[in-house]
């Protein structure tokens, strides 16, 4: 059974229309993490929580937040989605910081 | 600042053969190393995972090998199989407070019947 669950597994939005990525987990852990992931290309961290401690990466734009309203849930907010944007967006999950990583499926997101 | 460079970009090997995939690492201050698997259209894969203080780990049909004099670590899959064709990450957490997980830049294996 699927311990992180990302929805919806695809995503098609228009250019500069605000699209919300979902992730939640039945593994009770801390921290949650999202990461977009370009073709032929190893996951950028864009941002994690550790509980309800939000940290951005440096280089992640401010066209993406993030909002974790429980220990299960976490969002991804894409403000006003560019055609670079597009990119499968993974949710991790570890135990705590430094902990093994568990990912989702992904989001493929599509931009029209 | 860390990083985890691959070898090969692309592998392939022969079905029952075994794989040997590489990463070499320049970070000494890595708490612990992992392989991950990450099929067309899915999310990475826990492999396995191996300690600093260990050189070799071994799982079901995997072996990860850790040589920290070279920084250089490696995954052994036996007898590969068609459903281990996939992106292989290998990946690091480093010590200290930030304990970030690297990823290298990955390599794609394919099983050839």
């Known amino acids: 059974d699927a311990m992180v669950i990302q929805n919806p597994r695809y995503q098609v939005t228009q250019f500069g229309k605000p699209v919300t990525l979902s992730c939640s987990q039945t593994?009770?852990?801390?921290?949650m993490y999202w990461y977009q992931q370009k073709s032929s290309q190893a996951p950028k961290l864009l941002f994690h929580y550790y509980d309800k401690d939000f940290n951005n990466e440096a280089d992640t734009p401010d066209n993406f937040q993030s909002r974790r309203p429980n220990t299960s849930f976490c969002f991804l907010d894409i403000r006003s989605p560019g055609l670079g944007d597009a990119a499968m967006y993974l949710c991790a999950t570890s135990r705590d910081r430094g902990d093994i990583q568990y990912f989702g499926a992904g989001t493929r997101l599509s931009v029209l | 600042g860390e990083s985890v460079g691959l070898h090969l970009p692309t592998l392939s090997v022969q079905e029952g053969d075994n794989s040997i995939i590489n990463c070499a690492y320049s970070n000494s201050a890595s708490d612990y190393f992992i392989w991950y698997k990450q099929e067309s259209g899915k999310g990475p894969q826990f492999i396995i995972d191996?300690?600093?203080?260990?050189d070799k780990r071994q799982g079901q049909r995997v072996t990860v090998l850790l040589n920290k004099t070279v920084k250089h670590l490696s995954l052994q899959i036996a007898a590969t199989q068609p459903g281990d064709s996939a992106v292989y990450f290998c990946a690091l957490i480093s010590s200290g407070s930030a304990r970030q997980l690297t990823f290298g830049s990955g390599t794609q294996l394919t099983v050839l019947p």
């Open positions: 593994l009770n852990h801390n921290v």
């Open positions: 191996i300690r600093s203080n260990m």
